[in-house]
């Protein structure tokens, strides 16, 4: 028998090393943004997206959905036959009033899927192949299985109803579907690092890109261990990751991931965040007897348009407001009649707001998304809620519990999944 002595191992190991470190610069060439040209080999797909998606938007452009959702519109489907290709469409009305709530009217929406600038590729080390962006990144369209499909709209109806009781939601958006149309966490800042938080520790390391490169990398638990998310709302964030994460327990879903990302914020946007406390929030209570969302919604779930009553507030730790006196509440709005101005109504309105967990959003494009610390932005969804805990995912678990004795992984009980991801998010935060 022969060994190697310390001089060859040695030598074995650096040739190791050099032979990953070679492997993952060629990974790190392929991954990034890249347009969607006639050379590329998605374009022909691209364009039958946009023609598709043009059609489907343009029926309820045409028809436009009624404030009442019914039973009917959370199975309507519809087949359009296109030249090259046929596209089936489900619920539209549903996905249609979801994009009214959030304030995007039927011919914006039309316009920035289908204008003619071309779609970007997204290539990250993330799991899925086949991810667009929209050249403004506004949307991020992402193909998706069968069996994800089928469980979406499955559970469509309670998804919208979880997004009606609970307005500020961290769940993704989903816009569209054929493939699915989300709204994209990040937008509209690109140059962030992102972190996709799972709260576990096996296979959670990625190896960042070098410094200055366009390289996209997905960073991951391991990566943001040592640093903090340092918010005067962290309370808010707190309890809406544990009201969320309950419901996706609910749907027996595990494997879902908290998207995080932070960036400095300029002098004057925090000079902007500590004046908070004097601003008026205007909002107003969710009806429980209406649809999960009305088309003539304000342009953020949970605000009101300027001719509503004015709740004055002052701010919590918890992001939510408690009520300035009654003759503040009156002078904050000329029109607010003396039922409305009253203390019993604005008891009312702050309950409904706790009860909604609501808080004081940003001034900012995608403000559902983006939670402003003392210095730093944060981007923060849940995002890949596909994942059921089937009889596959069991025996998953229970392979991995043999191979990684001791240590956390991913396929859990949506249980255990649900608390550790809460306990993550209360233990990196301050």
């Not at 191992?9 to 050099?18: P, Y």
């Not at 959370?74 to 979801?98: C, N, S, Y």
């Amino acid at each position: 028998m022969s060994t190697a002595g310390p001089g060859m191992l040695s030598h074995q190991q650096r040739s190791m090393k050099r032979r990953r470190w070679g492997g993952l610069r060629q990974q790190w060439k392929l991954l990034g943004l890249f347009e969607i040209d006639q050379q590329h080999e998605f374009y022909s797909l691209t364009c039958m997206m946009k023609e598709g998606l043009a059609a489907a938007i343009q029926n309820t452009i045409d028809d436009p959905p009624a404030n009442e959702l019914t039973d009917e519109d959370f199975r309507l489907e519809v087949t359009q036959i296109h030249k090259d290709f046929t596209m089936e469409t489900f619920a539209g009305p549903v996905f249609a009033t979801l994009r009214g709530s959030l304030g995007m009217t039927e011919q914006e929406y039309q316009q920035s899927l289908c204008s003619e600038n071309c779609y970007l590729q997204f290539i990250s080390n993330s799991k899925s192949k086949a991810d667009f962006f929209l050249n403004d990144k506004r949307f991020f369209l992402k193909t998706q299985n069968k069996r994800e499909i089928k469980f979406l709209l499955g559970n469509l109806k309670i998804y919208m109803e979880h997004l009606r009781k609970y307005p500020h939601s961290l769940l993704v958006k989903f816009l569209q579907r054929f493939f699915i149309v989300m709204q994209s966490v990040f937008y509209p800042d690109d140059r962030i690092n992102a972190y996709d938080i799972k709260g576990c520790e096996v296979s959670r390391w990625t190896e960042p890109a070098p410094e200055g490169s366009h390289i996209i990398v997905v960073l991951k638990d391991l990566n943001f261990e040592g640093q903090f998310i340092t918010l005067q709302q962290r309370s808010w964030l707190l309890r809406q990751v544990e009201i969320d994460t309950h419901f996706l327990r609910q749907l027996n879903v595990l494997d879902y991931s908290l998207l995080l990302a932070h960036q400095p914020l300029h002098h004057d946007e925090r000079h902007q965040g500590l004046s908070f406390a004097t601003l008026i929030v205007r909002a107003k209570s969710v009806n429980p007897g209406s649809s999960p969302i009305h088309m003539n919604a304000a342009t953020v779930p949970g605000a009101v348009m300027d001719e509503d009553p004015a709740l004055s507030l002052s701010e919590t730790d918890s992001g939510l407001k408690t009520p300035h006196s009654q003759a503040a509440s009156r002078s904050s709005s000329p029109r607010t009649c003396a039922k409305d101005a009253g203390p019993a109504s604005t008891e009312a309105e702050l309950q409904d707001l706790q009860a909604q967990n609501r808080r004081l959003l940003p001034n900012l494009k995608n403000p559902l998304h983006i939670i402003d610390g003392p210095e730093q932005r944060y981007f923060v969804g849940i995002i890949d809620i596909f994942t059921v805990y089937s009889f596959k995912k069991r025996l998953e678990h229970l392979w991995k519990r043999l191979r990684h004795p001791g240590r956390s992984f991913s396929t859990v009980s949506p249980q255990t999944y649900c608390l550790r991801l809460c306990q993550w998010v209360q233990d990196h935060t301050k």
